[in-house]
């Protein structure tokens, strides 16, 4: 928009990118209206008369009828489905209903690098970043990672590498990327979509605008993305396939992480190399350098940036070691596909597997299996226990045990003293914490504990 002195925009939900979004739109001279559902709360105070103090309109509690009178455009937080009332009603009335990163691609000229998938985002996103970071450019990870997009654009950075989730870019109208990563797909959040070919279609939206001097970066292992046509440059890669050498693909040829480009193949650093574990990390890896690449990024750049790259917090994170046991948190998989490859990640050894909370009413036969194969013992906690419970028994698996807290889980799972560790839920957090990152916090905390209670300082 070349001006927003004149315009009125309402901003529904004060989550993170609602409140990146009004602030930004206040300093650049619009009318902000922000509407919230939820009742007030001390932090919804507060967030409330900061944003009076700017300039803002804030109602809470419900939304009003100026709603839908207000407003020339509507910011929607991502967590609104199109489900909703409000929403609705606001198509109904003809307003143009977008998110915080289509308004960002709007207001910058800045490339995007936009990363979508059920599964390893985030791990890429910043994977992406940290590569780019590494040759001096600036080049935040951002959106659904958890920094708002908008809050970042003001730096005017080289690149925004941002991670971006079907539910925001189901409102993305003309967002087309410079890259755009497709990871994976499996079901997932099919509450809010109400149906699997809904979620599929919204993760196309990261490419329908491309152009056809843009890139599609596609899991070629994935049957669903594999079969997918894009209008943009196509850059596969595989953990399974070869490519031609002609094709942009990135690959792996014995040990090593390789790529094709512009007619030249690049050998980068074995596998062994990377701090990051598991098969889905090499999956994350490849989609990274297949990204970077695209950018004209120096091989020898890509490789240093792939070795020196960390787990990323939450994420198949070393917590420490306690009594000679040790404590991974992967309070991140909020999927049973997600924690099938953390299960995976731990080749050799069986593992005592933390999991439960918030059931999203998924299949659990695939989990089942793995749990067979890769777990020593099973501790469930959180809404999802006894479905969790009755669906392992079923598949033949019965080292279970079921305790009410995190602090419980930790103790039992040293006392069975038969294995690493891991807390990997297959669940959502809301049934008992605030948020995945609240759950794996509070994880870590009771692990150091129980460290202090083994061995205290003296």
């Not at 939900?13 to 409140?19: A, F, R, V």
């Not at 996103?125 to 708002?148: F, R």
């Not at 490519?243 to 040829?253: G, M």
Request: proline fraction near 4%; hydrophobic fraction near 40%.
């Amino acid at each position: 928009m070349s001006s927003w002195s004149n315009k009125k925009v309402l901003i529904l939900g004060m989550g993170m990118s609602g409140l990146s979004a009004a602030k930004y739109l206040l300093s650049q001279g619009a009318s902000v209206l922000v509407s919230e559902s939820k009742a007030e709360d001390t932090k919804l105070k507060e967030e409330k008369e900061e944003l009076l103090k700017l300039g803002a309109k804030v109602e809470i509690g419900g939304h009003s009828q100026e709603t839908l009178k207000f407003p020339d455009l509507i910011i929607v937080s991502p967590g609104i489905p199109p489900s909703a009332k409000i929403i609705q009603d606001l198509v109904l009335a003809g307003k143009e209903i977008i998110c915080d990163i289509e308004l960002a691609y709007r207001e910058s000229n800045v490339p995007i690098i936009a990363i979508t998938g059920t599964n390893g985002k985030s791990t890429t996103c910043a994977l992406i970043s940290h590569i780019l970071t590494g040759c001096q450019l600036k080049a935040p990870a951002c959106g659904n990672i958890g920094l708002p997009v908008l809050n970042v654009i003001k730096d005017k950075p080289d690149y925004l590498v941002v991670e971006a989730s079907s539910y925001q870019l189901y409102y993305c109208n003309t967002l087309a990327p410079q890259v755009a990563v497709w990871l994976n797909l499996t079901p997932d959040h099919i509450e809010w979509h109400g149906n699997l070919d809904h979620y599929i279609e919204c993760k196309k939206k990261s490419f329908k605008h491309q152009s056809q001097n843009q890139f599609a970066v596609l899991n070629a292992d994935d049957p669903i993305i594999s079969k997918f046509t894009p209008n943009a440059i196509k850059f596969s890669f595989s953990r399974q396939n070869s490519f031609t050498k002609n094709a942009p693909s990135a690959y792996i040829e014995g040990e090593y992480l390789c790529y094709s480009f512009n007619s030249q193949s690049h050998k980068l650093c074995k596998k062994s190399d990377l701090q990051i574990i598991g098969e889905h990390n090499l999956e994350n890896a490849l989609a990274a350098i297949a990204a970077t690449a695209t950018l004209n990024i120096a091989p020898e750049s890509i490789a240093k940036g792939l070795k020196t790259f960390t787990s990323l917090e939450h994420r198949l994170e070393y917590v420490d070691t306690v009594d000679g046991i040790k404590f991974f948190n992967d309070s991140k998989a909020t999927n049973p596909e997600s924690t099938i490859k953390a299960l995976e990640a731990f080749k050799n050894e069986k593992v005592v597997l933390i999991a439960g909370g918030r059931d999203k009413g998924t299949s659990l036969n695939d989990l089942s299996a793995s749990i067979n194969k890769h777990a020593a013992f099973v501790i469930l906690l959180g809404e999802a226990k006894e479905r969790f419970a009755s669906t392992f028994k079923a598949a033949g698996f019965h080292n279970l045990h079921m305790v009410e807290n995190l602090d419980s889980a930790i103790k039992l799972a040293l006392e069975l003293k038969e294995g690493p560790v891991l807390l990997s839920p297959a669940c959502a957090s809301f049934d008992m914490f605030q948020n995945f990152e609240e759950r794996g916090r509070v994880f870590k905390n009771l692990v150091r504990k129980r460290l202090q209670q083994v061995a205290p300082s003296h």
